[in-house]
């Protein structure tokens, strides 16, 4: 995925006690406005708390350690099925427009899953990266509040930031340009998209069977594991038993074959019928008192 942000520089002190005490006035701060993970900065004023529940905090929860729960965030969401189906649409819908190679006169167009050529406008580029902000917040944005709470607000979270949790950006030549913001419109309508429900389908379906294979395969080494270290433990025995250490000696001087590997499991077999022969011995013993 290509949502990545590019690094804050060199993180400053804050300038909230000072601010506080009246000594200076709010100012701009820079921060970046994609939501979606794209590089760019903006001059925007340094949020208060609303109604979502958001709370301002001093040195705990600063533009630098808000901007670091929004890269994590965005990286959890993009492994999410829904996440990474959004995604999709608007990484191509991004790639096309940025790269010049993919537009028919003024028509911009992306491949999508099935190779077909699918044309979009900037108003689908906006309404795909709406609707991703949109889920991305309702997800992993909820996520992090919930995490920031239970920590005593001594953890940061990039909802506490109008232009991380808010700002809808596009990437148009080279730059993020601010095309929407949720405190003004939640409306994002329908928009091209990079795949079908049989393409994400066929994805899960191929990740769930993956995933089974080594499960499977971790219960077979498991098996094997436990199997060898019975037959190490019947072999101990097999050798201290006066009955059949004799028999143990001769079969593994044998060369190797598939008589051998016979005679030894008739071997192991005895001693296992040794073994149930004594645990009953033990049960019916009778007591001595």
């Known amino acids: 995925m290509a949502f990545k942000m590019a690094p804050i520089g060199k993180k400053k002190c804050s300038y909230s006690p000072m601010q506080q005490k009246g000594l200076i006035n709010p100012s701009p701060v820079e921060m970046a406005t994609s939501s979606t993970g794209s590089s760019s900065t903006a001059s925007v004023t340094k949020p208060a708390a609303s109604s979502m529940g958001i ?33 999709d649409s608007v990484n191509a819908m991004g790639t096309a427009l940025n790269s010049g190679q993919f537009k028919e006169g003024s028509n911009y167009f992306f491949k999508n899953s099935a190779g077909e050529t699918t044309y979009f406008t900037e108003d689908d580029y906006k309404n795909a990266s709406g609707r991703y902000v949109m889920a991305k917040n309702a997800s992993v944005g909820k996520k992090s509040l919930e995490d920031r709470g239970a920590s005593g607000g001594q953890q940061s979270s990039y909802m ?130």
């Open 55 to 87: 709370r301002t905090f001093v040195g705990a929860n600063d533009n630098e350690t808000q901007r670091n729960d929004f890269e994590r965030r965005t990286k959890d969401f993009n492994k999410t099925p829904e996440g990474r189906r959004l995604a």
């Open 160 to 289: 506490d930031s109008d232009a991380l949790r808010d700002v809808i950006s596009i990437s148009k030549g080279g730059k993020n340009i601010e095309v929407a913001n949720l405190k003004e419109t939640q409306d994002f309508a329908d928009y091209p998209t990079f795949g079908d429900d049989a393409y994400y389908q066929g994805i899960a379906d191929k990740k769930a069977a993956k995933e089974a294979d080594e499960q499977a395969y971790i219960k077979k080494q498991t098996e094997d594991v436990k199997r060898m270290e019975s037959i190490g433990e019947l072999q101990k025995q097999i050798r201290a038993n006066p009955e059949l250490s004799s028999q143990y000696k001769n079969i593994a001087s044998m060369p190797s074959s598939d008589y051998r590997k016979k005679e030894f499991a008739k071997l192991l077999e005895l001693q296992k019928q040794a073994n149930k022969a004594a645990q009953s011995s033990e049960v019916t013993k009778p007591s001595t008192n």
